[in-house]
């Protein structure tokens, strides 16, 4: 038998349907075998004492966002270099970014831009969804040739309309129909545009930052994803509800699914760990995203949507802003959305959830990778078997620390977990059988990841 590259032993390998003390031997980028005998190679990892998981997939991330349209953009403070590279750190072996291409750039020639940007760049494997804002009919003639590039995965918003992001009602119908015909999958950015404008202007004058929570009300996002999913159960697309923060939402989402409408969820970790009440703090700008924090008690509602299985998948919904953008327009009607969040993702989940038994390993491992696989159509990923590409991260239970924005590799300034002490972080993250990141020192080569081109089932 030919010389394996790398060889992980004395681990406990971890899926999403068990775990077990097992030596993981990896060539060509593939995992080739798991054994309990231990495995030489050119590379030998001593996992002793460590999980050995699948690499996360973050299945929502923008790198190197333009919120808004044109030279007025507020553009995060990343790219496909760096952005991967923190990802990685992170835990982190695969991304699906959100490529929401301006007005004036047909969606396919923004797509295939994109393609190219993190072809260069990335680290890691990668995939894109195709996100769509331009709400003329003729740009669903492009969507055949959008799958075609191995993306079957279309964002829609139903607000941000003073950004021109968002579609009406009637176009994300027959979207959704055509993207159904394909054999495509629909995601919505879930908050009702015409309430959150009213309240917005209705309370203009307020100089307090709880009011971007107070003006994006919890039933702004129940009643999307109500409307949404009569869409779903009338054209039988599929839909996945991305970032989901709150509790009303969650019970529509359950109603649809008894009754059979084909449609999934996500949820971040911001939205478990923190509720509005952070608005109040003197650096409460610094944490605002869309759709907001939320009031007291959907934290709880998500967690237990975790538990029971209602939802499928946690991402970051990665938008790294910077503090200085952010401090500089402070009103709640300026302040831009969104929070860096690749790197945390993975630590988060595991110290909140499974060593505060939340959640299983295997649940963590459900959430992070397998579901998102499967979910998404990425072929070869999410779960550690013979035959699958070699994306493991040796992740260590037993690690303390303090969290700080110091030590995070994207130069926001901030973290919104500054602070808090977690349990549990990766040592090796090891992309098709690459190690390219060790305790925390990005030793890969940018551009070495690969597109990966997606088929849902």
Not at 24 to 44: H, S
Not at 96 to 122: C, N, Q, T, W
Not at 134 to 152: K, S, T, V, W
Request: some cysteine; aromatic content about 8%.
């Amino acid at each position: 038998m030919d010389e394996l590259d790398l060889a992980i032993n004395g681990g406990t390998v971890v899926n999403a349907d068990g775990q077990g003390r097992a030596n993981v031997g990896i060539r060509a980028g593939r995992i080739v075998t798991l054994t309990a005998e231990p495995l030489t190679g050119r590379q030998v990892i001593d996992a002793a004492g460590q999980l050995v998981l699948p690499g996360a997939i973050d299945s929502h991330v923008h790198f190197q966002l333009k919120q808004g349209q044109g030279a007025s953009a507020t553009v995060t403070e990343d790219n496909y270099v760096t952005g991967p590279i923190s990802a990685a750190r992170g835990g982190v072996t695969t991304f699906v970014d959100f490529a929401i291409h301006p007005r004036a750039v047909p969606p396919l020639d923004y797509l295939k831009e994109r393609m190219d940007m993190a072809a260069e760049g990335s680290c890691i494997d990668y995939a894109f969804h195709a996100g769509i804002v331009d709400p003329r009919p003729e740009i669903i003639e492009q969507f055949p040739d959008i799958m075609a590039l191995g993306i079957p995965s279309f964002k829609f918003f139903v607000t941000y309309r003073k950004w021109g992001f968002a579609v009406d009602l009637g176009f994300l119908m027959a979207a959704m129909a055509k993207i159904h015909a394909l054999g495509g999958m629909a995601c919505l950015h879930a908050e009702q545009d015409e309430i959150l404008e009213w309240l917005r202007t209705q309370n203009s004058a307020q100089p307090e930052l709880i009011y971007h929570s107070l003006t994006r009300p919890d039933f702004s996002e129940e009643i999307a994803i109500y409307e949404a999913a009569v869409l779903a159960r009338e054209t039988g697309c599929p839909l996945y509800v991305v970032h989901l923060s709150t509790a009303k939402g969650l019970a529509v989402i359950r109603r649809a699914k008894a009754d059979g409408v084909p449609i999934t969820t996500e949820t971040c970790p911001h939205y478990l760990a923190f509720n509005h009440d952070i608005f109040h703090q003197p650096q409460g700008v610094l944490y605002t995203m869309t759709p907001p924090l939320r009031a007291p008690g959907n934290s709880e509602a998500l967690w237990a949507g975790l538990a029971d299985g209602s939802i499928s998948v946690v991402s970051s919904d990665h938008n790294a802003l910077g503090a200085h953008v952010k401090q500089s327009r402070p009103h709640f009607l300026d302040v831009p959305p969104g929070l860096a969040g690749t790197e945390t993702l993975l630590p988060y989940l595991y110290s909140e959830g499974v060593a505060k038994k939340r959640l299983t390993v295997q649940r963590l491992v459900e959430l992070l990778s397998t579901a998102p696989a499967r979910i998404y159509g990425l072929a070869n990923k999410g779960a550690l078997r013979v035959g699958l590409d070699a994306d493991v991260v040796v992740f260590d239970p037993q690690a303390e620390y303090v969290v700080h924005a110091a030590d995070q590799y994207l130069p926001v300034g901030f973290t919104i977990f500054e602070g808090m002490t977690f349990t549990g972080r990766p040592t090796t993250t090891i992309s098709r059988g690459k190690v390219i990141v060790d305790h925390g020192n990005f030793v890969g080569s940018p551009g070495s990841g690969r597109f990966v081109a997606r088929q849902l089932a």
